[in-house]
């Protein structure tokens, strides 16, 4: 049986999640932070990748359609420290509540 593994990425200004096995990637979501002026603000990235990662990781789920996830992996750098942070916050989060039947 092969092992189902989410992926968290959220080094910068994207935040993107794919559910993958050991045959390849099953879906991905995406949700990109685009400043209005100037270059990629940290704290704001961070802020943006904390409002969508819920919404994204779900959307990676149910499109991925799985039966359950076996692991969750997540980027610990190199990138900028506040989305790092919340990448890991949410990646933590979510293997401590979750159960084995969180896919539809």
Same mark, same amino acid.
């Given at each position: 049986?092969?092992?189902?593994?989410?992926?968290?990425e959220?080094?910068?200004?994207?935040?993107?999640?794919?559910?993958?096995?050991?045959?390849?990637?099953?879906?991905?979501?995406? =949700?990109?932070? #685009?400043?209005?002026?100037? !270059?990629?603000?940290? *704290?704001?990235? %961070?802020?943006?990748?904390a409002?969508?990662?819920?919404?994204?990781?779900?959307?990676?789920?149910?499109?991925?359609?799985?039966?359950?996830?076996?692991?969750? =992996?997540?980027? #610990?750098?190199?990138?900028? !420290?506040?989305?790092? *942070?919340?990448? %890991?916050?949410?990646?933590?989060?979510?293997?401590?509540?979750?159960?084995?039947?969180?896919?539809?």
């Amino acid at each position: 049986m092969h092992k189902t593994i989410l992926g968290i990425e959220g080094t910068a200004e994207t935040s993107q999640q794919g559910v993958v096995t050991e045959e390849g990637v099953l879906a991905e979501a995406t =949700a990109t932070y #685009r400043p209005n002026t100037g !270059g990629i603000h940290p *704290r704001e990235a %961070a802020q943006h990748h904390a409002t969508h990662i819920a919404s994204v990781i779900r959307k990676a789920i149910e499109s991925a359609g799985c039966a359950q996830i076996d692991s969750i =992996a997540f980027s #610990r750098g190199p990138g900028m !420290g506040p989305c790092l *942070r919340t990448v %890991a916050t949410a990646a933590r989060a979510l293997a401590l509540s979750r159960s084995r039947s969180m896919c539809p």
